[in-house]
């Protein structure tokens, strides 16, 4: 039992996720940052980053709910081995 807790802990952990990111459409609104401590402000013109662009099934909602938040819809998320495009 204790060995299929730790597969399950472990296989939460593995980057299953990735952000795609339109910059350039960014209109600096910032309500991505607000929801998840993955996105910051760049203080040199305004507009969203990610620290990481690949990401596990524990940061999934906290990523999909600054993806929904965007006034613009310039993040997406993908599951990583099949492409499909969740938001």
């Given at each position: 039992m204790e060995k299929e807790h730790s597969e399950e802990h472990s296989d939460k952990e593995k980057k299953k996720y990735v952000l795609e990111y339109d910059r350039e459409g960014c209109i600096g609104a910032a309500a991505c940052a607000a929801v998840s401590k993955n996105w910051v402000i760049s203080p040199e013109d305004g507009k969203?980053?990610?620290?990481?662009?690949?990401?596990?099934?524990?940061?999934l909602e906290e990523n999909m709910e600054a993806a929904r938040s965007c006034p613009v819809n310039v993040i997406h998320i993908k599951r990583k081995d099949t492409g499909e495009k969740l938001i």
């Open positions: 969203a980053d990610y620290l990481e662009a690949e990401f596990s099934e524990a940061e």
